[in-house]
Nanobody, 113 residues
Framework: QVQLVESGGGLVQAGGSLNLSCAAS????????MGWYRQAPGKQRELVAT?????GTNYAGSVKGRFTISRDMITVYLVMNSLKPEDTAVYYC?????????WGQGTQVTVSS
């Protein structure tokens, strides 16, 4: 069972930046997708960004141009710039490979006006 450990959440003012990271607890299957999802109060969980083991990326339209996702073999990163209050949510790390889908515990990101 793969464990995902997230770090980097916190409080930041609008217009500021925040970086998230998520590391797998063990080596994982070579072909996989890692990414970030978020859930705000009263809303469903939504995709933020994903990156494949081949380097292909996908971004939600609401964050494109502001957020950047990257990775190495077992760690995924999210650099968040020009943050807005509407980015406030619990952010969840995700890993998907041929064996299953795994989730981190979630980390709170709060953007103040």
């Amino acid at each position: 069972q793969v464990q995902l450990v997230e770090s980097g959440g916190g409080l930041v003012q609008a217009g500021g930046s925040l970086n998230l990271s998520c590391a797998a607890s063990e080596s994982i299957f070579s072909f996989n997708t890692m990414g970030w999802y978020r859930q705000a109060p009263g809303k469903q969980r939504e995709l933020v960004a994903t990156v494949t083991s081949g380097g292909g990326t996908n971004y939600a339209g609401s964050v494109k141009g502001r957020f950047t996702i990257s990775r190495d073999m077992i760690t995924v990163y999210l650099v968040m710039n020009s943050l807005k209050p509407e980015d406030t949510a619990v952010y969840y790390c995700n890993l998907a490979d041929r064996f299953g889908t795994y989730w981190g515990q979630g980390t709170q990101v709060t953007v103040s006006s």
